[in-house]
């Protein structure tokens, strides 16, 4: 076997592997889980088009996500508009408030830009906490949004049972992967990658680095919004501090940092390490002793950046380059 | 209670099926549960209030399972399954699903926040799992026609529209006449949600609104909020307000030598037993409006409350009290149901009329359920902070017939 | 026109505390170029240490000023040296530190949680000599501890520029600032001087911690409050810089208290986050930012 | 033909006069070394010609088009590449990643892009360190990644700011054979340089300015020997840099 064959039977076995799970799991808990961490390995992803190759750190992209999930539901709830389309028309939005907000924040250096992040979130988050009506738009201030049940319904976007979450969100998440595998591999990638690490040299390189900076916002504001949308029907429910809270944003940045900055698997492996841990230390811990599990979650984030600061897809890849150099037939490809 | 679980746990987790089949063995004779879920903040801004409501239905457990359990189902004992909602409604709905497929809880209850309450109800019905809201006060949680969904404590309607028959009331008794008004709310969902009741009522009542005024509750100073309320100067001020904030806007009164004629808050953070121990005199005079008071005069609400305070070292409180009575109104029901399915129980549910019993301290006569699953009975007192025998004390005025013998309200405070 | 004065006069007093919350954030930014997301954590600390000196011995709160902050130095130096340093050493040469970032916010969930899980989350105030009482200056009525407050952190700020300028070690804290490869080339040991520097960021989280408490309440989660605001802060009075550190505080306790006399409370939150992007945009270095910096 | 014609450039900084009332122009072809002392200014005219700064006064033709103030990015789209005196090589990327950023300019296609880099690395005897980490390279291999990754850009002019600092010298023929075969390609090439064996050596004309002007032009030979020169550069640097 070859390696590209290895890599490919692997990435086969992988997608049958997510794609089948729902006929092994049945209980709707394990697939809600498994359903919210590929939504965070989803969120990160499109986080890390702008977190992880453009080089700055946000802090606050749940405020993306709030306007995917209000936009959709405002003009669902209003308009009667599918939230499909919605959607679209959410990751548009966040794209325009995201290239708003970047172009004068994208210059910044990293803290900078981080602290800018923060009071943008936090901003329009007690904006909105105070705004009911936005123009024609009722956003019901601090109360939040609530879709009302419809029953099962592919065009409303409402699901009685899990599957049809798990597998939107699943297809979603390959999508957002594939993308960010295509951009990494392209001229946008290469030059997002030069310009985030030496801003002059890209520049007399022939990169225009804030306009590309710009452009790796749009696109990630975009597709986080879209996430925003699935949460709302996912949820049926949401409010401002809730989603727009620094909560969210943060654990987005977490899970890329201990993932892998920019590269392609870490969000994935991000959430698949984060994610079961903070949901089954607050399982069986949060009764015994309540804040327990934080703690831990928090020594592990600690650990994590001490030992390997790069992210835990730096070491997985190393092993793998490994395992894989014993499977394959030497000579088989050049590798 | 704990032991048990981890006990459980542990036998799953090593897979020891002999241990399985021995305490089956026995479980069929005396030692089968009901599994309560219950979602609770227990991490995050709201622990406090979220780990009062552990400790109150801890407590009812005890007694009932000390009592015997219940004893239709051969004497099953009551179990709580606790989950972290962290007040934030998506783990808050994680955790609902967790607790009914995995954990396979036969009933559930809490949890405190409305904002987690109404999505985390909206799972239960969907699952068939009947779902008893002690405390979570927005009005829809019980309008949107379910039917596995029974809360316990009124509804901000009612609690608002309380509020302005009590200062009707006492203006009749007192015969002074009040022209302005002030409203004073933290800005979240509740204090929202009074705000906007209050509107018309006031409108209502002829009284002028001079200031409409929400604050954040992380707020770190509340002068300025004050200061307003000193420039208005409202004969009543009307006030939604958490722990915290509650405590900083009535030292910062005090401070700045604001006295309105009546001072109204609505529970909450007014009602939290470390309230008058962190405020001292600055509260003398205020109305606070509770769900329950410990000189309510029912029995057993001395004894519950003394043993409460033994236990935890602060009062029973109006959320603590809900949390209570939601465990005995679930024991009652799972007694007439003589099952543990979630049709029986819900329909047993549905017929709840307890009018007695250990869990009855609370201060009206009975829960008994409406068609939306709303206790038609729940009923709230109005108190005034008073000064008894040098110590401070929360006296019940209004309704006038629930007063403490002997006590004449002071009315405007002074 | 009293509710203005009293306004004004209120602001200043609550924003200079502001500025004392900042200025361990910005001191700690200065030297080590990090953003500390700790900082609320170690104000925690602070406000639960002054909180448990206060209750248990009832000594008054100046007194504890001489207590709390020295211990609060020592933890700081610790954590740093413990805790943050291995990351920094593993991110040599690495253009920003983001990683110390993440780790120091690991450091604020460990915090914040171990104080849930010793003390419980209930809100926790004592009352000291001076709590609740006020003098009055014609209509304006000035709060003891606050006043108390607002002259502690302006004796702070100073005391810590004057160390900066005068001291020795000061002098090393402010050659690193400028040039870490230069300081160390001079013979300065850099990650000694970052634990002075957290030390020193920590101790004065103390001091904000003992003014603080014998007005307003602690709690495991108390540093959130003033966490995000002390960010604002230093960004607006200049990432690094002590006077702008105290003037960015001001700035936003007055906007706080005067503006909320002409809307509501909730909207000036809104605006201070307005007025801070609006600096973002036009002066992102603050009023006395070093430009380099961002 | 001229390639590059700088005429009246001057620039102030604050007070300062960085450069002031310059002339220069390179013909296409050649290899031209800016010389002078420390501060005359040297970097501030590379930085107005590769659009780092805008001029305060006078005009800078590229292929006979006025291109002062416009930016890098457009710059190096119209034929103009240069070198950064302190290297920035993009340091957690690959040595290839580093020079397909340069040849992206040229094409949208990443195979493209590849092949590009790989015939520059192959050119610039860089190929063995094709997947290392730039940030982990030699002081040496960065000099030479810089122009790989300027070269990668399809430049008409190169402007290379001081390529031989801090080289041994092995190194330095090894580079001014570089060079050369830069020049060899069709590029012209515009030099400053300290190391006065390598101008010797390398340039066909050299244009010597002091605070700012211009005190000398010439071949390498003649610049030598021109008494201003001399009276500029003692006290040292001549002399030390011949060596």
Redesign the interface.
């Known amino acids: 076997m070859t390696r590209k064959q290895l890599d490919r039977t692997l990435l086969c076995v992988g997608a049958a592997v997510a794609f089948g799970l729902p006929q092994l799991i049945d209980s709707p808990t394990y697939l809600q889980i498994i359903i919210l961490l590929f939504f965070y390995a989803y969120l990160t992803s499109a986080w890390n088009l702008v977190g992880g190759f453009a080089g700055v750190l946000p802090m606050g992209h749940a405020v993306f996500v709030g306007i995917g999930a209000y936009t959709s539901t405002v003009l669902f709830l209003q308009y009667n508009i599918s939230p499909w389309i919605g959607m679209l028309a959410g990751g548009v939005v966040a794209a325009a408030i995201g290239v708003i907000i970047g172009k004068p924040t994208l210059k910044m250096r990293g803290a900078y830009f981080a602290l800018c992040t923060i009071a943008f979130a936090e901003g329009l988050r007690v904006m909105i906490e105070n705004i009911d009506m936005l123009g024609p738009f009722k956003l019901n201030g601090p109360r939040g949004l609530l879709i009302p049940l419809k029953g099962d319904s592919l065009a409303a976007f409402q699901f009685m049972h899990k599957e049809p979450y798990y597998y939107i969100i699943l297809i979603m998440l390959c999508l957002v992967l594939a993308f960010t595998w295509f951009i990494s591999r392209s001229k946008i990638g290469y030059y997002l990658g030069a310009g985030g690490e030496e801003p002059e040299a890209a520049e007399s390189l022939g990169v225009n680095v804030a306009n590309y900076k710009l452009l790796a916002m749009a696109m990630s504001c975009f597709l986080t919004a879209l996430a925003g949308t699935f949460y709302a029907q996912l949820m049926l429910y949401f409010y401002p501090k809730g989603l727009l809270g620094l909560d969210l944003s943060f654990e987005i940045a977490f899970i890329a940092l201990i993932g892998g900055r920019g590269t392609i698997a870490g969000p994935v492996i991000g959430a698949l390490a984060l994610r079961p841990l903070n949901e089954f230390t607050r399982i069986y811990l949060s009764d015994q002793l309540p804040g327990l599990h934080l703690v831990i979650f928090g020594l592990i984030l600690i650990l994590v950046m001490l030992f390997q600061p790069k992210g835990l897809t730096a070491p997985l890849s190393r092993i793998y380059e490994r395992l894989a150099q014993a499977i394959t037939t030497p000579g088989g490809e050049k590798s | 209670m704990k032991k048990a679980s981890t006990l459980k746990r542990l036998s799953i987790g090593l897979g020891a099926a002999a241990l399985t089949v021995c305490l089956a063995s026995f479980a069929f004779a005396a030692e089968k549960t009901v599994k309560i879920g219950n979602v609770e903040p227990l991490s995050g801004p709201s622990a406090s209030v979220g780990i009062q409501g552990k400790q109150a239905r801890e407590m009812a457990v005890e007694e009932i399972n000390a009592a015997g359990g219940i004893k239709s189902l051969g004497g099953a004992k009551l179990e709580l399954v606790y989950a972290d909602s962290k007040s934030d409604p998506t783990v808050g709905v994680t955790e609902t699903e967790r607790l009914i497929n995995t954990e396979k809880v036969h009933i559930m209850t809490g949890c405190w926040n409305s904002a987690v309450t109404y999505p985390a109800t909206q799972v239960a019905e969907r699952y068939g799992v009947p779902f008893v809201v002690p405390v979570a006060v927005r009005d829809t949680i019980t309008e949107r026609g379910f039917k596995y969904v029974f809360r316990i404590a009124a509804k901000d309607s009612w609690w608002v529209r309380d509020q302005f028959r009590f200062l009707k009331d006492m203006q009749e008794e007192f015969k002074t006449g009040f022209k302005t008004i002030a409203f004073i709310f933290e800005n979240g969902d509740w204090g929202t949600g009074f705000a906007e009741k209050w509107r018309t009522l006031a409108k209502e009542a002829g009284l002028q609104i001079v200031l409409d005024e929400p604050y954040p509750s992380t707020a770190s100073d509340l002068t300025p909020v004050v200061t307003k309320m000193k420039t208005a100067n409202p004969d009543i001020v009307l006030l939604v307000s958490n722990a915290a904030d509650a405590i900083l806007l009535t030292n910062t009164m005090a401070e700045l030598k604001v006295k309105p004629k009546v001072v109204l808050a609505s529970g909450g953070g007014h009602a939290d037993p470390k309230f008058l121990e962190n405020v001292g005199k600055s509260a003398l005079g205020m109305f606070d409006e509770v769900e329950w008071n410990t000189d309510v005069n029912k029995p057993n609400a001395k004894e519950a409350n003394a043993k409460f305070k033994a236990k935890n070292g602060y009062d029973l409180a109006g959320e603590s009290v809900d949390a209570y009575v939601a465990t005995y109104v679930i024991a009652d029901a799972l007694e007439r149901a003589a099952s543990t399915d979630p049709k029986k129980v819900r329909d047993a549910l549905a017929a709840t009329n307890l009018t007695t019993g250990p869990g009855m301290l609370v201060s009206y006569d009975g829960v008994l359920f409406d068609e939306n699953g709303q206790n038609k009975n729940a009923g709230i007192v109005i108190v005034q902070v008073a000064e008894m025998n040098g110590k401070l004390d929360r006296v019940t005025v209004w309704p006038k017939a629930a007063r403490r013998a002997g006590y004449t309200p002071v009315f405007p405070m002074k | 026109m009293s509710?203005l004065y009293?306004?004004l006069v209120?602001?200043t007093m609550?924003g200079a505390m502001?500025g004392l919350t900042a200025l361990g954030l910005t001191l700690i930014?200065g030297v080590m170029?990090?953003?500390n997301f700790a900082h609320g954590s170690l104000l925690m600390v602070g406000m639960f240490a002054a909180y448990w000196l206060l209750k248990i011995t009832g000594m008054h709160p100046f007194l504890a000023l001489l207590i709390v902050p020295p211990l609060l130095f020592v933890f700081g130096y610790y954590l740093q040296d413990l805790?943050i340093k291995?990351?920094f050493k593993?991110?040599r040469?690495v253009?920003?530190p983001?990683?110390v970032?993440?780790?120091t916010?690991?450091?604020?969930?460990?915090l914040?949680?171990?104080?849930?899980?010793l003390f419980?989350?209930?809100?926790?105030?004592v009352?000291t000599a001076i709590?609740?009482t006020?003098f009055s200056m014609g209509e304006v009525?000035v709060?003891w501890p606050k006043f108390a407050g607002f002259v502690v952190s302006m004796l702070t700020a100073v005391g810590l520029w004057l160390f900066m300028l005068k001291t020795r070690t000061g002098k090393a804290l402010r050659a690193t600032s400028m040039d870490r490869e230069a300081a160390n080339l001079m013979g300065i040991d850099q990650y000694k001087i970052y634990n002075v520097a957290f030390g020193l960021g920590t101790a004065i989280a103390g001091v904000a911690g003992c003014v603080i408490i014998p007005?307003?309440?602690v709690?495991?989660?108390v540093g959130?409050?003033?966490d995000?605001?002390a960010?604002?802060i230093v960004?607006l009075g200049g990432?690094g810089s002590i006077p702008g550190a105290i003037l960015g505080g001001v700035v936003i306790?007055i906007i706080?208290?005067?503006f909320?006399?002409f809307m509501?409370?909730?909207?000036?939150?809104?605006i201070i986050?307005?007025i801070?992007?609006l600096i973002?945009?036009f002066k992102?270095s603050g009023f006395f930012g070093n430009k380099q910096?961002? | 033909m001229n390639i590059l014609e700088i005429s009246n450039l001057t620039k102030h900084f604050g007070g300062l006069t960085a450069v002031n009332d310059l002339d220069l122009t390179i013909k296409k072809g050649e290899i031209l070394a800016l010389i002078g002392p420390n501060g005359a200014g040297k970097s501030t005219v590379f930085n107005c010609v590769a659009g780092v700064y805008a001029p305060s006064v006078g005009e800078i033709r590229f292929k006979g088009e006025v291109i002062s103030g416009q930016k890098p990015w457009n710059l190096s789209r119209r034929g103009l590449a240069r070198t950064f005196q302190i290297v920035k090589p993009f340091g957690p990327k690959t040595v290839l990643y580093n020079v397909m950023v340069g040849a992206f300019l040229r094409t949208n296609s990443t195979k493209v892009a590849r092949e590009k880099a790989e015939e520059i690395l192959t050119i610039l005897h860089l190929e063995h360190l094709r997947d290392r980490l730039a940030g982990n390279l030699t002081i040496a291999d960065r000099k030479r990644l810089e122009i790989a990754k300027a070269m990668a850009t399809d430049p008409e002019l190169l402007l290379l700011d001081e390529v031989m600092a801090g080289l041994r010298p092995t190194e330095i023929d090894e580079m001014i054979g570089i060079i050369r075969g830069v020049r060899d390609r069709g590029m012209t090439v515009f030099v400053i340089e300290h190391i006065m064996r390598a101008v010797m050596a390398l340039s066909d004309r050299v244009v010597v300015i002091q605070f700012g002007s211009k005190i000398a032009e010439g071949t390498p030979e003649a610049v030598t020997k021109d008494e201003n020169v001399i009276k500029a550069y003692l006290g040292g640097e001549y002399g030390v840099s011949g060596n």
Request: proline fraction near 4%.
């Open positions: 509710a009293q306004s209120n602001g609550m502001y930014f170029k990090v953003v805790v291995p990351v593993s991110e040469g253009r920003e983001l990683t970032i993440i780790v916010t690991g450091v604020w969930y460990v914040d949680n171990l104080a849930l899980m419980g989350a209930e809100y926790r105030t009352r709590s609740g006020s009525i709060s007005f307003y309440y709690y495991p989660s959130v409050v003033f995000i605001r960010f604002i960004v990432l306790g706080e208290s005067t909320a006399q509501t409370s909730t909207w000036t939150e809104a986050y307005g801070f992007l973002l945009f992102p910096d961002w």
